[in-house]
């Protein structure tokens, strides 16, 4: 590093020196391969885990915007969905203020089939750190990063507590697809 000046620099003068040890060749191609086939996997992890994404909006949208297994009855052909699936739908549809939906359904609001949790951190909670996901790190179901502060340092939207089974959805970027559950 030189010396006496505000910002300590590193040059080539300082570096080119230094030896640097590097394995054997057929080690290094043995490491490639290795790295190699990591990459490959995970790019395919990554391929398949879109087909199911699609999979999974495709079937979203079939049973409850399209509600086909629905309009399969009414038209008296075979659902294309296993019979224990094609079940669980009625088999005819009614009027709502959002259009038709199967029969026996009701348009409501989330706090009218479930229950908001509005549970926060108290000061005499014995924790000593608090590990908090930003809504901004899950998508799909998976969580990124967690943020780990010292009690007392958090955020008040860390002071949010989950129990276990709680489903957590975001309507910040509904787009991203922001919901997980508690485990």
């Known amino acids: 590093m030189d010396v006496g000046s505000a910002n300590p620099t590193l040059n080539r003068n300082h570096v080119h020196p230094i030896e640097i040890r590097w394995p054997p060749l057929p080690q290094q191609i043995a490491i490639v391969r290795i790295l190699g086939t990591l990459d490959d996997k995970i790019e395919l ?9 699609g999979i999974a909006r495709a079937l979203f949208k079939a049973w409850f915007v399209d509600f086909d ?4 009855k009414i038209e008296g052909h075979e ?3 296993p019979k224990s699936i094609a079940d669980l739908f ?5 009027d709502s203020e959002i259009g038709e939906i199967p029969a026996r359904w009701r348009v409501g ?3 009218s089939i479930a229950e908001i949790n509005a549970l926060t951190l108290s000061r005499t909670d014995p924790l000593d750190v608090i590990h908090y996901v ?3 790190e899950v998508m799909h179901g998976d969580i ?3 943020v780990r502060y010292e009690r007392g340092s958090e955020p008040s939207r860390a002071r949010r507590r ?3 089974g709680d489903t957590v959805l975001s309507t910040v970027r509904p787009d991203r697809g922001a919901h997980t559950f508690s485990r």
């Open 79 to 81: 659902s294309v969905f």
């Open 69 to 72: 297994p629905v309009r399969a």
């Open 90 to 94: 009625p088999d005819s549809l009614q």
């Open 109 to 111: 609001s989330i706090e």
């Open 162 to 164: 989950l129990r276990h």
């Open 144 to 146: 990124g990063h967690i």
């Open 134 to 136: 930003e809504i901004s």
């Open 45 to 53: 992890n990554q391929q398949m885990n879109e087909t199911l994404e």
